[in-house]
């Protein structure tokens, strides 16, 4: 690597965490959890449960498996909290025609109801995350984080 980098390697003599964007980005993401963690208590959720439900959105009727890569998680934990769901009433499950082995997702009324509620919660959590920056920036941001994801993906 370059000495352009040093400023920013755990391994420069003069490394601080303040230069450290994964310090930043891992920081920033774990306040917004616990930010949305706390809001979510009112529903009686978590992030965990908000994930799957999210995710199921945006591709309902997707496998244990789908929704284990969507969420980054593994398939014992995407598991347990998929039937935490289906005991609250907020997700069914059922086998695939085709393959028995799969299980597939779907949310349920109620669970479409609090997907509702749980999107008034992250945006009052989003937009004070965002408060102090313009539209622009946060596109740049989401560029660059982009650029940085494609770069360590291969």
Known sequence: MTKKYNKFL????????????????????????QNVDHALK?????????RILL?????????????????????????KIIYRLKDEGLVDTYCCEYDGRITRVLLTDKGQQMIEKINDL????????????????IEKMLENLKHIFKNLAH
Do not use: C
């Not at 498996?65 to 969507?70: A, H, I, N, Q």
């Not at 992250?122 to 920036?137: A, R």
């Open 10 to 33: 755990s391994a420069a003599a003069d490394f601080s965490l303040e230069n450290s964007p994964y310090y930043w980005i891992t920081q920033v993401h774990s306040q917004y959890i």
């Open 122 to 137: 992250s945006h009052i959590v989003l937009e004070q995350s965002f408060e102090g920056l313009t539209p622009l920036q």
């Open 42 to 50: 009112k529903y009686g959720l978590d992030y965990s449960r908000r």
């Open 55 to 79: 995710a199921l959105k945006s591709k309902n009727k997707a496998s244990v498996s789908d929704l284990s890569e969507m969420v980054i998680s593994k398939m014992s934990t995407t598991t």
